[in-house]
T-cell receptor
Framework: DAKTTQPPSMDCAEGRAANLPCNHS???????VYWYRQIHSQGPQYIIH???NNETNEMASLIITEDRKSSTLILPHATLRDTAVYYC??????????FGKGTSLLVTP | DTGVSQDPRHKITKRGQNVTFRCDPI?????LYWYRQTLGQGPEFLTY????????KSRLLSDRFSAERPKGSFSTLEIQRTEQGDSAMYLC??????????????FGPGTRLTVL
């Protein structure tokens, strides 16, 4: 699976959009981009995934660049409960997830 | 709630003791994964099962670790002769593999192990 690069930390004001970037310049054509988050002391929570097209669900939107070398997870109206570590994972094989260190997002009042 | 459940949620043991953790996956999920997470790090893969067959084991899974999924439903992870370095959060995830895109894994709350 391709490697990902994420900023170690980000801040966002409550009510504003949180835009979390991920670089995956070595992604292959059959690899999907997955996003998970982990709130302190809880298990990781699935957010969204995509291959080429932008995706949206009730939690977030995923924007993948046309060359697929990077993506952005958007939380449209961040709340304090969105404070968590966010993991961007590139994956093709239905086996393990390679989590890396992720981005620690702090949503402030 | 029909999510992944793990038991116990917390376990404190003395060095050298054996411990066993249980994971109940989401009903009908055919794949089950175990991960380990130490402080400040992301989860690391240990092993996974497709139904009752254990298909892959990480190099992290030393000989003191054993996992089973006897009937293709719940799974157990046993650690023998625990060491202080085994202190971590042990996470279980399950998924439904149906031959399409990579499966989406859903995680349980984890079992936090502390070895004294």
């Amino acid at each position: 699976d391709a490697k990902t690069t994420q900023p170690p930390s980000m801040d966002c004001a409550e009510g504003r959009a949180a835009n979390l970037p991920c670089n995956h310049s070595t992604i292959s054509g059959n690899e999907y981009v997955y996003w998970y988050r982990q709130i302190h002391s809880q298990g990781p929570q699935y957010i969204i995934h995509g291959l080429k097209n932008n995706e949206t669900n009730e939690m977030a939107s995923l924007i993948i660049t046309e060359d697929r070398k990077s993506s952005t997870l958007i939380l449209p109206h961040a709340t304090l409960r969105d404070t968590a570590v966010y993991y961007c994972i590139v994956r093709s094989d239905p086996r393990a997830l390679n989590f890396g260190k992720g981005t620690s997002l702090l949503v402030t009042p | 709630d029909t999510g992944v459940s793990q038991d116990p949620r917390h376990k404190i043991t003395k060095r050298g003791q054996n411990v066993t953790f249980r994971c109940d996956p989401i009903s009908e999920h055919n794949r089950l994964y175990w991960y380990r997470q130490t402080l400040g790090q992301g989860p690391e893969f240990l092993t996974y099962f497709q139904n009752e067959a254990q298909l892959e084991k990480s190099r992290l899974l030393s000989d003191r670790f054993s996992a089973e999924r006897p009937k293709g439903s719940f799974s157990t992870l046993e650690i023998q002769r625990t060491e202080q370095g085994d202190s971590a959060m042990y996470l279980c995830a399950s998924s439904l593999v149906s031959g399409g895109p990579p499966d989406t894994q859903y995680f349980g709350p984890g079992t936090r192990l502390t070895v004294l």
